[in-house]
């Protein structure tokens, strides 16, 4: 992408996968300096990524189909359609998809340093998180020992997730 203003659909985006489900790449090789944003599909037991805190940035997470799992300061929490999950800056958090089918999610986050990435991102041990495979073993601010463990996204096809076709 570029720094200019654009319009692209989801399912004209880069789509990529990993064991965190698949996601759409809006923001190309540059990222938005200001705001994150993805639309996530994730399988039951998917996660968006592992449990964790960001003390200066907020996320906000949009269900837009399928039912999710909230994990927010070691509590559970079902999310259907519709529902919406608000974490202000320094809330432990993650969503994992659950029940029969796929879950699609948006997902929205600030970014304060303008770099486009948040920076002091926090991943603490968690028991209700480790039940659902998304803590780590050991509280780290490096999201590379947190992630040791994930082979990276690799660029996949659009599978029709957005109609509610099957992967």
Request: with cysteine.
């Amino acid at each position: 992408m570029s720094d200019s203003w654009f319009v692209l659909n989801a399912r004209d985006a880069v789509w990529e996968g990993s064991p965190f489900g698949r996601f759409c790449a809006w923001e190309g090789e540059v990222p938005f300096p200001q705001l994150g944003i993805n639309v996530s599909v994730l399988d039951p037991g998917q996660s968006l990524g592992r449990y964790h805190r960001e003390p200066g940035h907020q996320e906000d997470f949009l269900v837009l189909s399928g039912t999710c799992i909230a994990i927010v300061e070691d509590e559970e929490r079902e999310l259907v359609p519709w529902d919406l999950l608000h974490c202000p800056p320094g809330v432990n958090h993650m969503i994992v998809g659950a029940g029969a089918g796929q879950a699609v999610v948006l997902s929205v986050g600030t970014r304060g340093n303008g770099e486009g990435v948040a920076r002091g991102v926090v991943y603490p041990v968690s028991k209700v998180a480790a039940r659902h495979g998304v803590s780590v073993e050991r509280e780290t601010d490096d999201p590379s020992e947190a992630y040791a463990d994930v082979p990276g996204p690799v660029p996949t096809e659009y599978g029709g997730w957005l109609d509610g076709s099957p992967a």
